[in-house]
């Protein structure tokens, strides 16, 4: 079956605009999380998504960063007056309610700020 | 501070041997670890995984070991071929805490033919 997509999957922007990063996760996973890779760092957890419960926010590194889930299903990243070390890979992943430990990641969105 | 450490950025292996990839972590709580390969310009592919109450598990050529007493655990393949030249990124997680992962930051494997 289809696995996770996300769109688009390069960005170039310049600092002070907004942008929107979408993903798609495998169809009936419950759960979704948005993680970033920046350069020369590891992957660190960003925003977490379970079913109807309130999100888990708590590793958006600041207050220009938000992110939704409509239906339980598609994702939406978005971050406000983007800045050069938003600058990463952006990766969402989705996992299913049968396996609560192993996500599947999607090809991530490369986000550059100029 | 990182909770899941990669000390080897780097291995290179010759077809056919054995390729040793290891990860020691800090946090107690962490009671479920995974391995994922990365290919440039593509997200994380789950590899393997082990819970913590295990102390190996094995699938086709790849077998990871915990030890939960050192806080270390090892991705072996075997035997290596010329495909798996990637980044492995060991990751763990623990209950009640979202099941978020923490990630080390790779090792790059260059298996030579």
């Known amino acids: 079956g289809a696995g996770v997509s996300q769109s688009p999957s390069n960005k170039v922007t310049e600092k002070g605009k907004d942008v929107e990063l979408r993903c798609d996760p495998i169809?009936?996973?419950?759960?979704l999380y948005w993680y970033r890779q920046s350069l020369g760092q590891g992957l660190e957890f960003l925003i977490y998504?379970?079913?109807?419960?309130?999100?888990?926010k708590s590793g958006l590194p600041s207050d220009r960063f938000s992110a939704e889930r409509t239906g339980g299903s598609v994702s939406t990243l978005t971050i406000q007056r983007t800045q050069q070390e938003d600058s990463a890979v952006y990766l969402c992943?989705?996992?299913?309610?049968?396996?609560?430990?192993?996500?599947?990641f999607g090809p991530g969105t490369r986000l550059l700020v100029l | 501070d990182q909770q899941v450490k990669q000390n080897s950025p780097s291995l290179s292996v010759q077809e056919g041997r054995i390729s040793i990839l290891n990860c020691d972590y800090t946090?107690?709580?962490?009671?479920?670890f995974l391995w994922y390969k990365k290919y440039p310009a593509e997200g994380p592919t789950f590899l393997i995984s082990?819970?913590?109450i295990k102390d190996k598990n094995e699938d086709g050529r790849f077998t990871v070991f915990l030890n939960k007493s050192a806080k270390h655990l090892s991705l072996h393949i075997v035997p290596s071929q010329p495909g798996d030249s990637a980044v492995y990124f060991c990751?763990?997680?623990?209950?009640?805490?979202?099941?978020?992962?923490?990630w080390g930051l790779g090792t790059s494997l260059a298996v030579n033919p």
């Open positions: 990751a763990a997680s623990a209950t009640g805490n979202n099941r978020k992962l923490i």
């Open positions: 998504f379970q079913g109807n419960s309130a999100p888990d």
């Open positions: 946090n107690s709580m962490f009671d479920y």
């Open positions: 992943a989705s996992r299913p309610a049968s396996a609560q430990e192993t996500q599947y």
């Open positions: 169809s009936g996973h419950t759960a």
């Open positions: 082990i819970s913590s």
